[in-house]
């Protein structure tokens, strides 16, 4: 299995792969395929990678730009990642996050945020800073990791496509 950038022509099967992983998924708001063809259009997807194997897209990671309150720049948000849903808990989704986040140190971002499960991305390095806020989800399952730099302080905004 190799770790790549998304490709031209790779859209429609991350389309896919995005609604077939989200589709039974208790948390999901069923928009996820669609968010990342937003962000795509928008100019947004600062960094989507896939997990392929014998040409097959198993695994779709997307990392978009978001703001905080504080000025804080170059931070980015994590998600949605995807798996084909007979292949989770195989640790795709963990080679795709493990990836994403050395390709956005690499380039120079000072960290990433992203809601999710605390047990789950704990092992990634996130945890919950009270001083970073995202209002609406419970504050727990609000999390950052910081790449370079102080932390951030404030109200963090996504992307527009996140409606």
């Not at 259009?41 to 695994?59: F, Q, R």
Request: proline share 10%; hydrophobic share 40%; aromatic share 8%.
């Amino acid at each position: 299995m190799i770790i790549r950038p998304e490709q031209p022509g790779d859209e429609a099967t991350i389309h896919a792969l995005t609604e077939a992983a989200f589709r039974d998924m208790p948390f999901s708001d069923g928009d996820e395929q669609d968010l990342v063809d937003r962000l795509r259009a928008d100019g947004d997807l600062t960094l989507s990678l896939v997990a392929e194997d014998a040409g097959k897209i198993l695994g779709h990671i997307a990392f978009s730009p978001v703001s905080i309150s504080d000025g804080s720049e170059d931070w980015f948000g994590l998600g949605p990642v995807s798996v084909c849903p007979e292949l989770h808990g195989q640790g795709i989704g963990s080679l795709l996050i493990r990836r994403g986040i050395a390709d956005l140190s690499d380039i120079g971002a000072r960290g990433i945020v992203l809601l999710g499960s605390p047990e789950y991305y704990g092992r990634f390095g996130f945890g919950h800073d009270p001083l970073l806020a995202y209002p609406g989800p419970p504050p727990e399952y609000f999390q950052r990791l910081v790449l370079n730099g102080p932390p951030p302080a404030g109200v963090v905004t996504y992307a527009p496509a996140f409606g």
